[in-house]
């Protein structure tokens, strides 16, 4: 008898913690955004932390009730001269000290929210939430700031008091590769090369950078072409599905494959890693992208693998 009675409750468990763990419900891309009403009714959580991207111009004009400031440079590794790659991230340390005073802790849940500056600065945010180990409890916001305001939703002008956050050490995950990690598979089985850039820099039609940081021409051999505007869309959201799954699968990206990322500096590579996690890939970042590859003067091609 009790025996059958442990049977039922556990069973009886079992079934309310699957109502009680939305989390692992739905698709990789249900996981991965939020849409403003979603974030509407959880404003007065004491454990979100809004995270808003941008600069302080936009922030004061209006922001989301409670959003903190952040800008690309609050996640980046700080410049080491003239000759330091312009975007890459930080020790785990300084990252942690710099997430805690934007509030985040080891029980918050956070929205990252795309503003003017780019989808691409948001999703760049958010790889390095998922690297240092949160990015199960990290989405991004549908449609940004802009969509938040067109909802009819609340704007702030002022900025909240943030208390620092109580966060354990960030153990990182190995989800950044370098130059010799990329030249051994690109054309490796089970792994896609794919450059985030715009198609004439892949094509070579147009090199990139500044005048003094210049890149050369063309792309990293073996990559394939998924540029992050063609996964994304104006209005600060992923593309559709289906379109995000047929650009990734005309360029050779099968299931399975473990998608390697890389744009100028590794900041619209970001856009297009985030979509490929929407797909449920795995991936990694190539940080150094391809201002670091001309720099090493590695490689490069015209053609389409």
Do not use: N
Not at 75 to 95: H, K, N, R, Y
Not at 216 to 243: C, N
Not at 262 to 271: F, I, K, L, P, R
């Amino acid at each position: 008898m009790e025996a059958v009675m442990m049977r039922m409750i556990l069973a009886v468990l079992a079934l309310t913690l699957a109502f009680a763990a939305p989390a692992s419900a739905g698709s990789p891309r249900d996981r991965l955004v939020a849409s403003p009403q979603w974030l509407a009714k959880r404003l007065a959580d004491p454990d979100l932390v809004i995270l808003q991207v941008g600069d302080k111009a936009g922030y004061a004009a209006g922001h989301i009730p409670g959003a903190r400031l952040v800008s690309l440079a609050d996640v980046a590794a700080p410049a080491q001269g003239p000759d330091s790659l312009i975007l890459e991230m930080p020790d785990a340390e300084t990252l942690r000290g710099r997430l805690a005073a934007l509030g985040v802790s080891d029980r918050s849940r956070i929205v990252v929210v795309p503003t003017k500056d780019g989808i691409q600065s948001a999703t760049r945010v958010v790889f390095t939430l998922d690297m240092a180990g949160l990015g199960a409890r990290t989405r991004l916001l549908e449609g940004g700031l802009p969509a938040w305001s067109a909802a009819g939703l609340p704007l702030s002008s002022e900025a909240p008091v943030v208390k620092p956050g109580k966060l354990s050490a960030l153990k990182m995950r190995p989800m950044i590769v370098d130059a010799a990690f990329v030249q051994r598979h690109a054309d490796a089985k089970g792994y896609a090369v794919v450059d985030a850039r715009a198609p004439e820099f892949y094509s070579g039609a147009k090199a990139g950078g500044t005048p003094a940081r210049p890149h050369r021409a063309g792309h990293i051999p073996g990559a394939r072409s998924v540029p992050f505007v063609s996964v994304t869309t104006p209005d600060l959201t992923l593309a559709p599905a289906d379109e995000v799954a047929a650009r990734f699968k005309a360029a050779g990206v099968k299931p399975g494959d473990t998608v390697i990322t890389y744009c100028h500096v590794g900041q619209q590579a970001s856009a297009t890693l985030f979509a490929a996690r929407s797909l449920g890939l795995k991936v990694l970042l190539y940080d150094g992208s391809y201002e670091d590859w001309s720099r090493r003067d590695g490689a490069v091609s015209a053609d389409a693998p």
